[in-house]
């Protein structure tokens, strides 16, 4: 019969070599945590050619536009797909469909580089943009 110590030995080295220590081998794949990975907590996605920015916080998205009321909506958390999160806001005033995608992106009028990719369905038209953490964008230059 195999010891206590030597089962846990076995199975660390064993998860050691599959890339896992014992300790994040609570998020292994289909874990929430590694389902939403970069799309987890605060987001901003911005667009410009029209100006659109919209907020992502655990309790509610908002859409700003300038000129128009901010439209302000629940988050029922995003469908992961991939590299990619959706966001969907089916009712209200404004239907919407946010689309977060992995890759660099640039907003094209400053400086300030992004890690995600942004495609947002509003109304009959389609943005683009780019989308970070808040904190990741304003440690970059104003634009």
Sequence with gaps: MMSAAL???LLASTLTACGQSGA????????????????????????????WPIKIRADGI?????????????????AIEKDSATWTIAGGPAPLRLTLTKGACSDGMSDRHYPLNAVLAFGDK???GCAATPAAIAAQPAP
């Design 7 to 9: 089962r846990v030995m």
């Design 24 to 51: 994040d081998a609570t998020t292994a794949k289909g874990s929430p945590a590694a389902a939403t990975g970069d799309f987890d907590g605060d987001l901003n996605a911005l667009g410009t050619e029209p100006f």
């Design 62 to 78: 908002t859409v700003s536009r300038p000129g128009v009321e901010d439209i302000k909506s629940a988050n029922s958390g995003p």
């Design 126 to 128: 389609t943005m683009y």
